[in-house]
């Protein structure tokens, strides 16, 4: 099964064409920006794996994107997903200690240690 998105252009009013492939429970994506011809997860791609409709181009397509939608959930994707979610809470939660300790640091600067 293949179904082709339409992304709007951060910069013109065209669009990308982002193909996604179901073949054996496998989902193979490629999108046109110069990014994706180069295999990275370009910001079409990713706001598609995210569900962020915003990006249709077409709101026509909006049954074709919520089918690819579906296919995400299904395949491991959604695990990939998932990982790079929780790599980012921590990272927040690593610069919220960071600037805490930058504070104590501060302190001590002028209390001394
Ligand atoms: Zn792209």
Redesign the pocket.
């Known amino acids: 099964m293949k179904r082709t998105l339409y992304?709007k252009s951060s910069n013109s009013d065209l669009s990308?064409d982002?193909v996604f492939e179901l073949k054996n429970n496998n989902l193979f994506i490629r999108?046109?920006?110069?990014?994706?011809e180069f295999g990275r997860l370009?910001?079409?791609?990713k706001a598609f794996l995210y569900g962020d409709i915003s990006i249709l181009y077409d709101e026509r397509q909006e049954k074709k994107f919520f089918e690819v939608c579906e296919w995400i959930q299904q395949t491991k994707c959604q695990k990939y997903l998932i990982e790079l979610d929780e790599i980012k809470k921590q990272i927040e939660t690593l610069k919220k200690k960071e600037q805490a300790a930058q504070r104590a640091l501060e302190r001590r600067i002028g209390e001394g240690f």
């Not at 999108?31 to 994706?36: I, N, P, S």
């Open positions: 992304a990308y982002v999108c046109d920006c110069k990014a994706g370009c910001r079409h791609i």
